[in-house]
């Protein structure tokens, strides 16, 4: 009895809501339904597009990079250019699904342009990098490989992005150099040329023959094979300090054999001065004692 009584109020709440213009459960369901259909339908085609049109995006700008590093273009405008065009080209493909799902385009260009704004006024720093990326990829003051010194930090080109540049030490350290810094300070490219000149000063006692030292280091300089004969090796008297006198010693040599060059000598012009009986100096200190009797005082 009590049962039939709920199930008639639930019946005549129905047909009151429906005679005064209410939301039924059948309203709703059919609005869902329709809304999968429709809309739902488009969100999870445009998934689907997206996630296979950046897959296709970063597969062909990979292969478009192998190609142009097999054919031996440039690695710096090889890599910068391919990673430049994934980005276009992703970003134009999430416009174009975000058109299709029937968002307007218009306002949403407006408001990413309003972001962009405020975001350019609290990032200049950041802009600035850009700029002094896009001048490094165009004027190429420097290329991936290059050996570079610069904001007192210098290695081994990496990799160079839009804002930053990533080098390695000597000592295989990582270091990431602003891009405007770098387009707006000194650069120093040791990869530049093909041949590089080593400039050692090698200092002996006083009292060493001066053209005995020279014919020394020259003899050195030309028993090693890496230096040039042309420029031929220069050796000089170039200074007299303190405690010795100095020899400037400068040779030329492909860019890839400058350390080599450069320890090589050291080592055996030391032990050509040893065995000729040159001696390295060492800081001397002459002391004069000068000895005053006083007057006995009667």
Same mark, same amino acid.
């Given at each position: 009895?009590?049962?039939?009584?709920?199930?008639?109020?639930?019946? @005549?709440?129905?047909? @009151? @809501?429906?005679?005064?213009?209410?939301?039924?459960?059948?309203?709703?369901?059919?609005?869902?339904?329709?809304?999968?259909?429709?809309?739902?339908?488009?969100?999870?085609?445009?998934?689907?597009?997206?996630?296979?049109?950046?897959?296709?995006?970063?597969?062909?700008?990979?292969?478009?990079?192998?190609?142009?590093?097999?054919?031996?273009?440039?690695?710096?405008?090889?890599?910068? $250019?391919?990673?430049?065009?994934?980005?276009?080209?992703?970003?134009?493909?999430?416009?174009?699904? /975000?058109?299709?799902?029937? %968002?307007?385009?218009?306002?949403?260009? *407006?408001?990413?342009?309003?972001? $962009?704004?405020?975001?350019?006024?609290?990032?200049? $720093?950041?802009?600035?990098?850009?700029?002094?990326?896009?001048? %490094?990829?165009?004027?190429?003051?420097?290329?991936? $490989?290059?050996? /570079?010194?610069? &904001?007192?930090?210098?290695?081994?080109?990496? !990799?160079?992005?839009?804002?930053?540049?990533?080098?390695?030490?000597?000592?295989?350290?990582?270091?990431?150099?602003?891009?405007?810094?770098?387009?707006?300070?000194? /650069?120093?490219? *040791?990869? *530049?040329?093909?041949?590089?000149?080593? !400039?050692?000063?090698?200092?002996?006692?006083?009292?060493?023959?001066?053209?005995?030292?020279?014919?020394?280091?020259?003899?050195?300089?030309?028993?090693?094979?890496?230096? #040039?004969?042309?420029?031929?090796?220069?050796?000089?008297?170039?200074?007299? &300090?303190?405690?010795?006198?100095?020899?400037?010693?400068?040779?030329?040599?492909?860019?890839?054999?400058?350390?080599?060059?450069?320890?090589?000598?050291?080592? &055996?012009?030391?032990? *050509? #001065?040893?065995?000729?009986?040159?001696? %390295?100096?060492?800081?001397?200190? !002459?002391?004069?004692?000068?000895?005053?009797?006083?007057?006995?005082?009667?």
């Amino acid at each position: 009895m009590f049962f039939n009584l709920l199930v008639n109020e639930g019946e @005549a709440a129905d047909t @009151a @809501a429906t005679s005064g213009g209410g939301v039924t459960w059948s309203d709703v369901w059919s609005k869902i339904v329709d809304w999968l259909t429709n809309t739902g339908v488009k969100i999870v085609i445009a998934l689907l597009l997206l996630i296979i049109s950046f897959a296709v995006i970063s597969g062909i700008t990979k292969k478009i990079y192998k190609r142009l590093h097999k054919k031996g273009a440039d690695e710096t405008l090889a890599r910068v $250019g391919t990673s430049s065009a994934r980005i276009v080209l992703k970003v134009l493909v999430l416009i174009c699904l /975000i058109g299709y799902l029937g %968002i307007e385009t218009a306002s949403i260009s *407006a408001v990413v342009a309003a972001i $962009g704004v405020g975001i350019s006024l609290a990032v200049q $720093g950041t802009l600035s990098n850009f700029a002094g990326g896009v001048i %490094i990829i165009v004027m190429r003051p420097f290329k991936i $490989g290059d050996y /570079i010194t610069s &904001n007192g930090q210098e290695g081994t080109v990496e !990799d160079i992005k839009l804002f930053y540049t990533h080098i390695v030490t000597n000592d295989n350290k990582a270091v990431v150099i602003p891009n405007g810094a770098l387009a707006n300070n000194v /650069i120093v490219n *040791a990869s *530049a040329k093909d041949t590089r000149r080593v !400039d050692l000063v090698m200092q002996v006692a006083y009292g060493s023959d001066v053209a005995l030292v020279k014919e020394i280091i020259k003899k050195v300089c030309g028993e090693n094979e890496l230096v #040039f004969n042309e420029p031929a090796p220069f050796v000089e008297l170039s200074n007299m &300090n303190e405690s010795s006198l100095d020899f400037t010693v400068r040779v030329w040599c492909n860019r890839p054999d400058y350390w080599t060059v450069n320890f090589a000598l050291i080592d &055996n012009i030391k032990k *050509a #001065f040893d065995e000729n009986g040159i001696e %390295i100096p060492f800081k001397q200190l !002459d002391v004069h004692v000068k000895n005053e009797i006083s007057a006995e005082v009667k």
